[in-house]
């Protein structure tokens, strides 16, 4: 069956196992993990492409995906259960040959080509699940399109020193790409990829296929895809963006975007300009003791509140008990915080537990910078009465 032709449709991958967040994604996708008090890593890609206008979105999953497919359910938080587009959540599937895995962000889209041809796009825009922006991809289209460009590559201007962890785009004056270096030693340029594309489909698709057939192939856009196009004298342009963006790879990464929504005047202001949006369960009001003290905080809605709080988010539903002490921390939606316990720059996690009189965490100038990190607490888990968590400590 052929729908309506569509402009553009969005790919999003969001299949990864995301290792280095370790316990907060033993059983969870990585796009399903929390942030900001009430949204997961999803809600942005899926709010920036219905603000783009672009209603067809194929969401590519894989790793740990039930609580993922569950929270995306129809689409319709997004305003994306239209019956001509809408959003689609694409697993690996049997095949008569073999049953295979996605073995790489290219293979994931080769898989799905299918899916893609039933629209009949003029081009594809492919994105991660597990970035932190916002951004109207209808003005990079409008871009990709006044340059009639086979590829498009959304790219943040780094600071030099930074740029060797990013896979670097080197251009012409007029933004053309004629080089991809993948985090180079000695970097020519400071534009780094965002893992945002926008292709030509026509292009894309031959190249998918050709990609699949070669052993040799790692079946990835940035190792293999991008450069055989830059090699072919396909127009690859790079189109620049200014605004925030982090990828929440890590520990680290998830616990400082979440402090930097925080402040009269955030790096990130995650309530102004365009509304993300989520999957929003019921929950009343947040209830604050008389003797609880909030500075500088995110209280999200259903939350109880007696103990003290600095400088954090609490999710929904949470507790924080009598006595307690939250400082620079994310505490993940559910999370009940027992009487008297100290938690100072941590992420305790979804479902969890931390019983009275626990110690988590401490400040950095406590610690010698190569023994301090984040205190983490992983999802369901349980912290027993007086139990003390060092800096960087996983439980």
Same mark, same amino acid.
């Given at each position: 069956m052929l729908f309506r032709k569509k402009d553009c449709i969005a790919m999003i991958l969001a299949g990864g196992q995301g290792s280095r967040l370790m316990v907060l994604t033993e059983n969870t996708a990585k796009p399903a993990v929390p942030f900001g008090g009430k949204y997961r890593l999803i809600d942005f890609p899926l709010s920036n492409c219905i603000?783009?206008?672009?209603? =067809?979105?194929?969401?590519? =999953?894989? /790793?740990?995906?039930?609580?993922?497919?569950? /929270?995306?359910?129809?689409?319709?938080?997004?305003?994306?259960?239209?019956?001509?587009?809408?959003?689609?959540?694409?697993?690996?599937?049997?095949?008569?040959?073999?049953?295979?895995?996605?073995?790489? =962000?290219?293979?994931?889209?080769?898989?799905?080509?299918?899916?893609?041809?039933?629209?009949?796009?003029?081009?594809?825009?492919?994105?991660?699940?597990?970035?932190?922006?916002?951004?109207?991809?209808?003005?990079?289209?409008r871009a990709h399109n006044k340059k009639k460009a086979d590829c498009t590559i959304a790219v943040l201007d780094v600071p030099i020193e930074e740029a060797s962890r990013f896979g670097i785009m080197n251009t012409k004056g007029d933004g053309r790409v004629i080089e991809f270096e993948e985090k180079p030693k000695n970097p020519k340029s400071t534009k780094a990829s965002m893992g945002i594309y926008i292709f030509k489909w026509s292009v894309l698709r031959k190249y998918l296929i050709a990609d699949n057939e070669d052993p040799t192939s790692n079946n990835d856009f940035g190792k293999n895809i991008i450069p055989k196009l830059i090699d072919d004298q396909y127009k690859l342009f790079a189109y620049s963006f200014e605004g925030y963006w982090k990828d929440v790879g890590t520990i680290d990464s998830l616990w400082q975007s979440n402090m930097d929504i925080l402040g009269d005047d955030p790096e990130f202001d995650l309530f102004d300009g365009e509304k993300i949006y989520s999957r929003n369960y019921a929950h009343p009001s947040s209830y604050i003791a008389k003797g609880a003290k909030i500075v500088n905080s995110y209280i999200a809605e259903g939350s109880t509140v007696y103990g003290n709080v600095y400088n954090s988010i609490i999710s929904t539903g949470c507790t924080v008990g009598k006595n307690a002490e939250i400082s620079n921390s994310f505490v993940m939606p559910n999370a009940q915080i027992g009487r008297n316990s100290v938690i100072k720059y941590a992420i305790i996690g979804e479902d969890s537990v931390v019983n009275a009189n626990a110690r988590i965490g401490d400040l950095p100038e406590f610690y010698d910078k190569s023994k301090w990190g984040i205190a983490v607490v992983g999802k369901d888990k349980v912290v027993p009465q007086n139990r003390i968590l060092l800096p960087k400590e996983i439980f």
């Open positions: 603000h783009s206008g672009i209603d =067809t979105v194929g969401i590519l =999953t894989q /790793y740990q995906p039930l609580q993922l497919n569950e /929270y995306i359910g129809n689409g319709m938080p997004w305003g994306l259960n239209s019956s001509n587009g809408g959003i689609h959540v694409l697993s690996p599937y049997s095949k008569s040959e073999s049953s295979e895995w996605y073995k790489g =962000t290219a293979n994931a889209i080769f898989q799905n080509i299918s899916f893609i041809d039933r629209y009949d796009p003029d081009n594809v825009l492919i994105l991660s699940g597990d970035h932190i922006y916002k951004m109207d991809y209808a003005e990079m289209l």
